[in-house]
């Protein structure tokens, strides 16, 4: 299997957040599906943060804190982690 660069998992995210833009966050959460099914993304943690925004968009708050704070776990970047921790920690303050 040809692995996927960084640059590869960033085309993936920005035409999914494209497909929400033009046709709603559900179309954009369904091609996120057919990269969970691709064991080079799997579990990669952009996944939860695009699917985390497209989920906010369609107003599921409870999923989109689960998939922030799974992202913030997963991601080795200290300002990702933070931005993502932050996210969870507005909409969980804002359920209140």
Known sequence: MIPLTEQDRTLWDLEAIAAAMVHGPRAGLTLLEALD????????Y???????????MAGDHQAVIAH?????????SIPER???????????????
Do not use: C, I, P, W
């Not at 099914?37 to 799997?42: G, I, L, P, V």
């Open 37 to 44: 099914a691709d064991e080079r993304m799997a579990g990669h």
């Open 46 to 56: 952009r996944l939860d943060a695009v699917r985390a925004h497209l989920l906010e």
């Open 68 to 76: 922030y704070r799974a992202a913030a776990g997963r991601t080795t």
């Open 82 to 96: 933070d931005y993502l921790t932050t996210q969870a920690a507005r909409l969980a303050s804002e359920r209140k």
